[in-house]
């Protein structure tokens, strides 16, 4: 059982707007910063949101990144069919002094 | 282009070891710290290790400790994980990942290996 709580699944419709939550605790999202991760099956992980609302170079605008109290958000917009992966939070946990993740959310863009 | 290459993985028998190498190029490897990150068949992510630029801070997950060491070699651009003691829970692809940070306590992965596969069985 991951220490961080993601929805194990959402879906919407292709254009549409999704949100996907992440919720962790004090010792964790609540004094350090949260990431998310993108997964395809079959390919490696790859960076969407860093330090909570950063987006690397080459990560659309329409991926966005929040974080408040306990709780970190991954919103993404205009969703496209190639939208359809796996994605993860991450942060560090104070307690443990190591990394954790959620457990990942499927997206289905309907 | 930054690119991390994993190595080392394979069959192996319950309570056998095994060490997986990572080679990294196209970034100045001692800038940055390094883990390792795995994902069980069917399952999701899960944190291994992390060690510092210059090694002097390591940390393991609660599910490995005792039983994998981590270090790398700056001057040869490497990661390694010695894996000892394997159990059939330690069965996944593992990925060589590269912190956005050079030290521990913060950290995004910027940077994914394509992963090599541990598989334990008799």
């Known amino acids: 059982q991951s220490v961080l709580t993601q929805p194990p699944s959402v879906s919407a419709a292709p254009g549409q707007k999704v949100s996907i939550s992440c919720s962790g605790s004090?010792?964790?999202?609540?004094?350090?910063?949260v990431s998310w991760y993108q997964h395809f099956p079959g390919s490696a992980p790859k960076l969407l949101i860093y330090d909570n609302n950063k987006r690397p170079s080459g990560i659309p605008d329409r991926f966005s990144g929040s974080k408040s109290g306990t709780s970190a958000t991954l919103d993404i917009t205009g969703l496209q069919t190639g939208d359809e992966a796996d994605y993860y939070c991450?942060?560090?946990?104070?307690?443990?002094?190591?990394?954790?993740f959620g457990g990942g959310t499927k997206l289905t863009v309907l | 282009e930054v690119q991390l290459v994993e190595s080392g993985g394979g069959l192996v028998q319950p309570g056998r070891s095994l060490r997986l190498s990572c080679a990294a190029s196209g970034f100045t490897f001692d800038d940055f710290a390094m883990h390792w990150v795995r994902q069980p068949p069917g399952k999701g992510l899960e944190w291994v290790s992390g060690i510092s630029w210059n090694s002097g801070t390591i940390r393991y997950a609660d599910s490995v400790k005792g039983r994998f060491t981590i270090s790398r070699d700056n001057a040869k651009n490497s990661l390694y994980l010695q894996m000892n003691s394997l159990r059939a829970e330690d069965m996944a692809l593992y990925y060589c990942?590269?912190?956005?940070?050079?030290?521990?306590?913060?950290?995004?992965?910027?940077?994914w290996g394509q992963g090599t596969l541990v598989t334990v069985s008799s």
């Open positions: 991450g942060t560090w946990e104070s307690l443990l002094s190591g990394v954790i």
């Open positions: 990942v590269r912190s956005g940070y050079y030290y521990l306590a913060q950290f995004y992965f910027d940077s």
């Open positions: 004090s010792t964790n999202i609540e004094h350090n910063y």
